[in-house]
């Protein structure tokens, strides 16, 4: 198809503002599916994003759509995109592919924290933003207010489109404006090829599947290609469209977004934003690809079955394919024994990847308390980078030790101002500005440590604003703040999966609720278990796990007490050597209960 009838977009929205139901629509009218196969969420593929009604990877379709005004057939290469905070990086990616993105904002709510970060993400991608304000069907819309923010908060100056995805209301309207604002792709199909990897999976028979845009040239069967990264070299064997069914082509052209196989076994020979070239003919220098990912959260995986740690390797392999912004490495823990050490986005991104490990492969997991990473200046000046508590040197060694604080916008109605400058402030959060955005809309802005923000902060800002507050941060820096690291000794050893580095501040309460979940969730044994929580020689916190008793005396009848108090004696004797001697293991259930609930 001719470059000018080709368009390439992204939704891009707030979480819950209805861009999956948008795309449902819009693959519904341009008849990408029949009636009888459409279901919600299409682009939607794992069981999960459907459970939970969110959107986790980005997911694309080839559409074709014939105008009646203009008389001629237009391709349309949509990209769905996730809205949570957590799965930014999908959207960065997806952006990389487009020329346009449609901006969807929720008529109910208005525009939200994720609403202008995705914004300004599109336009540092120097993309066409098409507004777009859905859910005009429900009583509480408010169409003549979104159309303000979109224009005063976002500086859009583009007419947004009225739709309701739901009942189809406007999608051909949408659907011309696609065509009529949106610009055709640039590059030429005579150039060298050069093609950007935005996605791709692994699949048992055909290897690594690569979805890829190109940029400029053409891509055809069997032709001979190389990755510009890597510098391996692969033939291709299949090439095609997803519409949103697998569909093969004999070739894509300069403009197209489509997929290839090439018989890749290997995962580490694919990597997303990378630069597919002819190996004939190569290219002089790769496309910009993305910036890396920075892991937010870092956390520690290991399978109840330590049978089962190589089939996790494998495991982790194939999902990094897929999610280029997980980041990990293999570890051992004394208690727990081998394992992986991850770097996710966020919480929710954490919680994903478990769920996908056990459902996909079938591997249960016991995780570790989630963590960030630390910078550590120890007295040589030496700087270390940590994310597993276990690593922290000596305290003897540390000059002073630095977290990550982030940018925090909260964006909520004035009337909830004050719950959620409490909550923040008692999050050890920085004040930093209150701006009016419009009508009853406020934006709080603050410097927070991540690690205030990483457990349950989201939880408590729905829960303070009814859940009419929404939030985004991003990385600032490294900050000088006054961690301790806390150890757990169980009857005198230390058990390295239970440390964990926190603000002196909350040190002692921390400490004091680990050692009462320890007593309430380690079964009694034949001898006395102190359980102590320690800050390097210093013990903060302590419960005792009593010895279970036994009657020594019941068999005991008559005769002189001197012999009833040789038998205690004994007994005093006999337990003062099993605590010397004896060994407290916590069953994988024990650790599952204490670190689920940490």
């Known amino acids: 198809m001719e470059q000018k009838y080709i368009r390439n977009f992204s939704i891009i929205a707030h979480i819950d503002h209805g861009k999956s139901t948008l795309s449902d629509r819009l693959i519904e009218y341009t008849h990408g599916l029949e009636k009888r196969e459409m279901c919600n969420q299409v682009l939607d593929s794992m069981d999960i994003e459907r459970e939970r009604g969110i959107t986790i990877k980005l997911n694309a379709a080839t559409l074709k759509y014939f105008d009646e005004s203009t008389k001629h057939e237009y391709q349309f290469n949509l990209i769905d995109t996730p809205g949570h905070v957590d799965f930014n ?159 093969n082509v004999s070739e894509l052209k300069c403009g197209e977004v489509g997929w290839i196989a090439a018989n890749i076994k290997t995962a580490k020979d694919v990597e997303v934003g990378d630069t597919i070239t002819d190996f004939n003919f190569p290219a002089n ?175 408590d800002l729905k829960v303070v604003s009814r859940g009419y507050a929404s939030m985004n941060y991003e990385f600032l820096d490294y900050r000088k703040s006054d961690l301790v690291k806390i150890d757990i000794l169980l009857n005198g050893t230390k058990v390295d999966a239970l440390s964990l580095i926190i603000h002196k501040e909350h040190a002692y309460s921390k400490a004091r609720e680990i050692c009462e979940k320890l007593k309430k969730y380690i079964p009694r044994h034949q001898f006395e278990i102190p359980i102590q929580a320690v800050i390097g020689s210093k013990v903060v916190a302590r419960e005792t796990i009593s010895a279970i008793y036994k009657n020594v005396l019941a068999k005991c009848y008559g005769g002189d007490v001197s012999r009833k108090r040789k038998l205690l004696e004994q007994q005093k004797e006999g337990k003062k050597k099993l605590k010397m001697i004896g060994k407290v293991s916590l069953s994988q259930d024990t650790f599952i209960k204490i670190l689920s609930k940490n």
Request: aromatic fraction near 8%.
């Open 89 to 247: 990086y999908e959207v960065s990616r997806s952006l990389a592919a487009c020329e346009g993105a449609i901006l969807v904002v929720d008529a109910t709510q208005g525009v939200q924290a994720q609403t202008i970060a995705n914004n300004y993400l599109a336009l540092s991608n120097k993309l066409f933003i098409l507004p777009v304000i859905n859910k005009i069907d429900l009583p509480s819309a408010n169409i003549e207010k979104t159309s303000s923010e979109i224009k005063n908060i976002l500086k859009c100056d583009n007419q947004p489109i009225l739709v309701s995805s739901k009942t189809g209301v406007g999608i051909t309207n949408l659907l011309k404006g696609i065509i009529d604002r949106i610009p055709p792709p640039n590059g030429n199909s005579n150039d060298t090829l050069k093609a950007l990897i935005f996605d791709s999976y692994y699949d048992s028979y055909r290897g690594v599947i690569c979805f890829i845009r190109i940029k400029s040239g053409v891509i055809k069967n069997n032709q001979h290609i190389k990755m510009m990264a890597s510098n391996k070299s692969f033939k291709i064997t299949e090439i095609g469209i997803k519409t949103p069914k697998f569909q």
């Open 285 to 459: 220098e790769p496309l910009p690809g993305y910036k890396k990912s920075l892991p937010m959260v870092y956390c520690g995986m290991f399978p109840i079955d330590n049978s089962k740690y190589d089939e996790l390797k494998d495991a982790m392999n194939k999902i990094s394919l897929s999610d280029s912004s997980l980041v990990y490495k293999y570890e051992t823990s004394k208690a727990l024994g081998f394992g992986i050490r991850c770097g996710f986005l966020g919480l929710l991104h954490m919680d994903v990847i478990q769920e996908r490990i056990n459902r996909e492969f079938k591997i249960d997991l016991i995780l570790t308390a989630p963590s960030v990473e630390y910078e550590i200046v120890k007295t040589n000046n030496q700087i270390l980078r940590i994310n597993n508590p276990c690593d922290m040197p000596d305290k003897t060694q540390i000059k002073e030790i630095k977290e990550p604080y982030v940018n925090l916008s909260i964006i909520s109605p004035e009337e909830f101002l004050g719950n959620l400058m409490k909550l923040a402030q008692s999050h050890r959060a920085i004040y930093k500005n209150l701006s009016i955005i419009e009508g009853d809309q406020r934006k709080l802005e603050y410097v927070i440590p991540l690690n205030e923000i990483v457990y349950n902060f989201f939880n």
